[in-house]
């Protein structure tokens, strides 16, 4: 892992340069876990906005390999906007971190790596709910 501020956790793929890029992303190197599942988002509407939720388990990270994404962060107590524009750099989505991408830009292609197959009961796509699953998870932590 690269850079890193209180939220934003920024992951640099392997990139190799000869008459064109390759970028090589190893499962438990680059990416920090295994990976089982990637999907990629792209042909996005203008002025979309995508995400709004969380994740129970899972952990991912994107990157943004073409065009750029404003990824906004809030893990219940801080939130931050981290603008993704450089393919080289992917973003750490955690789980138990609300997230949305907003100002997507027309030629935007994201991929993402996650550690989790698609179950829709990880999701947590309500923010108060959000709210309420970290509070309950925290005081967890805190009475162990
Ligand atoms: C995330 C952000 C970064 C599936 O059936 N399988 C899948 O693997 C995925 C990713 C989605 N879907 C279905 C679930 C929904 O009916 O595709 C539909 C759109 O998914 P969603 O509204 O969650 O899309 P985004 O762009 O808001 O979120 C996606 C990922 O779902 C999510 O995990 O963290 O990208």
């Known amino acids: 892992m690269q850079v890193k501020s209180s939220l934003v956790q ?9 008459d064109s ?3 090589i992303f190893e499962a438990e190197k680059v990416i920090p876990f295994a990976i089982k599942r990637v999907y990629t ?7 979309l906005a ?13 990157f943004c390999i073409q065009g750029s994404v404003e990824m906004y962060l ?9 603008s993704l ?18 100002n997507i830009s027309n030629d935007a292609i994201m991929i993402v790596f996650a550690s989790q197959y ?13 709210k309420k699953y970290i509070k309950s998870e925290n005081k967890n932590d805190n009475d162990e």
């Not at 988002?41 to 002025?47: A, E, L, M, Q």
């Not at 995508?50 to 994107?62: E, I, N, S």
């Not at 524009?85 to 907003?102: N, T």
């Not at 179950?119 to 959000?130: H, M, V, W």
């Open 21 to 23: 890029q390759l970028q």
């Open 10 to 18: 920024l992951i640099e793929a392997v990139n190799i340069y000869d």
């Open 74 to 82: 809030d893990d219940g107590k801080l939130n931050e906007t981290y």
């Open 85 to 102: 524009d450089d393919e080289k750099l992917g973003i750490y989505l955690p789980r138990k971190m609300w997230h949305e991408m907003r």
């Open 50 to 62: 995508r995400g709004h939720h969380a994740h129970k388990v899972t952990d991912q990270v994107l």
């Open 118 to 130: 698609y179950d829709e009961t990880d999701y947590i796509r309500d923010y108060k709910a959000f």
């Open 41 to 47: 988002i792209s042909k996005c509407r203008p002025n």
